[in-house]
């Protein structure tokens, strides 16, 4: 059993940045990947940046946010950060942390095994 907890979502200008953290406990030792994904309403679930190594520390980013975002964490197993500069309106979103048992996970939802509850974030122009 894994629990995440996202939190630091609100209201924000164009320009103006965030900071979303993702919390996890439980068990989790067993977890090996960990991941952002977003969802606007009425469109579909969206990959947004993952860790690609607990070692060094690696990021990948989608190209959407590349540039703006940076995935990070104090822990990067079970603690993970996304600090989202430069925001703009088609950033809003609710965003959902997401982490997975398996390593090198990819990029579709469907792969990862546990969801936090996600936290609104919402850009205004």
């Known amino acids: 059993q894994v629990q995440l907890v996202e939190s630091g979502g609100g209201l924000v200008q164009a320009g103006g940045s965030l900071r979303l953290s993702c919390a996890a406990s439980?068990?989790?030792?067993?977890?090996?990947?960990m991941a952002w994904f977003r969802q606007a309403p009425g469109e579909e679930r969206e990959f947004v940046g993952k860790?690609?190594?607990?070692?060094?520390?690696?990021?990948y980013v989608a190209d959407s946010v590349k540039g703006r975002f940076t995935i990070s964490g104090d822990n990067a197993k079970n603690t993970l950060l996304l600090q989202m500069n430069s925001l703009k309106p088609e950033d809003t979103a609710v965003y959902f942390c997401a982490a997975g048992r398996r390593s090198g996970l990819g990029y579709g939802a469907a792969v990862y095994d546990y969801w936090g509850q996600g936290t609104q974030v919402t850009v205004s122009s």
């Open positions: 439980g068990r989790t030792f067993s977890l090996n990947s």
């Open positions: 860790i690609t190594s607990l070692v060094s520390g690696g990021t």
